[in-house]
């Protein structure tokens, strides 16, 4: 399967740990961004990235959270000192280099589900 | 900024009916619109996309959408459910290379 790949797909952490959110972009894709997807809500725009650069972090909250996309491996995004207000299902998706403009597809994995007891 | 606002949180159809879903936009620049679908536990699948080249969209699954900028909707429909179009369903405006996302849909079908 050549898709956009997560992992975890279900993450429990306890209040005041770390959680640690892997994707894996489709082969060839050089674009990623994070959605957070709240109970009852649409998917919210967190952070856009490109390899070794973030170009867009508007939506992510301005503690706790960072994101990063290395040259070799998959895009992480952390939440340090998780709350329970963090508990939602976090997807990736990803775009092909050239693209990031309004028309293009983003192409979404599956998603992490966070639970924060 | 651009959004969208889907307009029913659930719909509920018998198989073999028509499924219509309904999304109207606000945009400030001529919009690019999407419809995605979300099985449970899965990721969002596209269905289609409006990008200015026809106002009548074909997606994948017996979908299509009708773009109409005199009424800012882009309604989402197939003439005949099938129990495997049970889902939640978005629709998506893009802003620069954000989405944004309306609330969803959840379409449940009826034997």
């Known amino acids: 399967n050549a898709g956009v790949m997560q992992n975890p797909r279900h993450l429990v952490r306890r209040r005041g740990q770390e959680a640690r959110l892997r994707c894996s972009p489709m082969?060839?894709?050089?674009?990623v961004y994070w959605y957070r997807q709240l109970p009852e809500e649409g998917l919210k725009f967190m952070v856009y990235?490109?390899?070794?650069?973030?170009?867009?972090e508007s939506g992510m909250p301005k503690e706790r959270f960072s994101a990063e996309f290395p040259k070799e491996g998959p895009s992480i995004l952390r939440i340090q000192q998780v709350v329970r207000g963090d508990s939602a299902a976090y997807f990736c998706?990803?775009?092909?280099?050239?693209?990031?403009?309004?028309?293009?597809?983003?192409?979404f994995g599956p998603g992490t589900r966070l639970t924060v007891l | 900024a651009q959004s969208v606002t889907q307009l029913g949180s659930h719909v509920s159809v018998s198989e073999g009916a028509l499924v219509l879903l309904r999304c109207n936009y606000s945009?400030?620049?001529?919009?690019?619109l999407f419809w995605y679908v979300q099985y449970p536990n899965q990721g969002l699948q596209l269905l289609l996309k409006?990008?200015?080249?026809?106002?009548l969209v074909k997606g994948i699954n017996g979908f299509e959408a009708e773009f109409k900028k005199s009424e800012t909707s882009f309604h989402l429909t197939k003439p005949s459910a099938h129990m495997s179009d049970a889902a939640e369903y978005f629709c998506?405006?893009?802003?620069?290379?954000?989405?944004?996302f309306g609330a969803g849909t959840t379409v449940t079908v009826r034997a």
């Open positions: 409006y990008t200015s080249a026809a106002t």
């Open positions: 082969k060839g894709h050089s674009h």
């Open positions: 990235l490109q390899k070794e650069n973030i170009i867009d």
């Open positions: 945009s400030s620049v001529p919009p690019y």
């Open positions: 998506a405006v893009s802003d620069d290379y954000k989405l944004s």
């Open positions: 998706a990803s775009s092909p280099p050239g693209t990031s403009g309004r028309q293009d597809t983003q192409y």
